[in-house]
Structures are given as structure tokens and as C-alpha cells.
Nanobody, 121 residues
Framework: QLQLAESGGGSVQAGGSLRLSCVVS????????MGWFRQAPGKEREGVAT???????IYADSVKGRFTISKDNGKNIVYLEMNSLKPEDTGMYYC???????????????WGQGTQVSVSS
């Protein structure tokens, strides 16, 4: 059974950067696609970025050119590098695992507890 643990959130000013980490424990060869999602207060959880087993990535339009998803297979860690942060990037960020790459929440059935990101103007 996979377990996911996020870290790296915090409070930054607009224009700043953060790097989120997701440590993956356990092994499930059927769920080797990873995604980052975020949820702002009162809003739906939305897909931010995903990476598949081969390292191919997909990004939401709102973060293209600012966020980068990557993974270190040796350490079993998935990263989300976030640059040029905006107040609208504020929310709880979740790491998730799925059988195929997608930005659709329903695709994922293994989730971490989340890490809070707050961006002030």
C-alpha cells in the first residue's frame, strides 16, 4: 500500500518560490503516475501537474512556465518547484498517485495529507 507525505509548504510573498516534496513509501507498480493538486478555501480541488513513469509531464495552464514537477526515483520523492508565486496560488497542496497521468481528481485514489501554501501580495 502506497503512503504519501507532503512537505515544504509555507508563507511567501508574491514573486517568491517554494519547493514541495512528496515522499512515497511502499510500492505499487500499478500506480506509478504522480500528481500535484491544490485546493483553495471554498473551491474545488484542481490538478496542477502530473508526471508519468517515463518522466513525461502535464501542467495546468495557470502554472505553465512557473511550476515544474520532477521525481527522484532513487529517493522515491516527487517534487513541485514553484516560482513566480501569485496570491491565487494559495491553497492546500496534495500529492496523489494513479495508474495513468491526468489532471482529473477522480483518476487518483491514493492521497497525502497536504501541505499549506500561502502567498501574500
Amino acid at each position: 500500500q502506497l503512503q504519501l507525505a507532503e512537505s515544504g509548504g509555507g508563507s511567501v510573498q508574491a514573486g517568491g518560490s517554494l519547493r514541495l516534496s512528496c515522499v512515497v513509501s511502499g510500492y505499487d507498480k500499478r500506480r506509478d503516475c504522480m500528481g500535484w493538486f491544490r485546493q483553495a478555501p471554498g473551491k474545488e480541488r484542481e490538478g496542477v501537474a502530473t508526471i508519468d513513469r517515463d518522466g513525461s509531464t502535464i501542467y495546468a495552464d495557470s502554472v505553465k512556465g512557473r511550476f515544474t514537477i520532477s521525481k527522484d526515483n532513487g529517493k522515491n520523492i516527487v517534487y513541485l518547484e514553484m516560482n513566480s508565486l501569485k496570491p491565487e496560488d494559495t491553497g492546500m497542496y496534495y500529492c496523489a498517485a494513479a495508474r495513468r497521468p491526468s489532471l482529473v481528481r477522480a483518476t487518483y485514489d491514493i492521497w497525502g495529507q497536504g501541505t499549506q501554501v500561502s502567498v501574500s501580495s
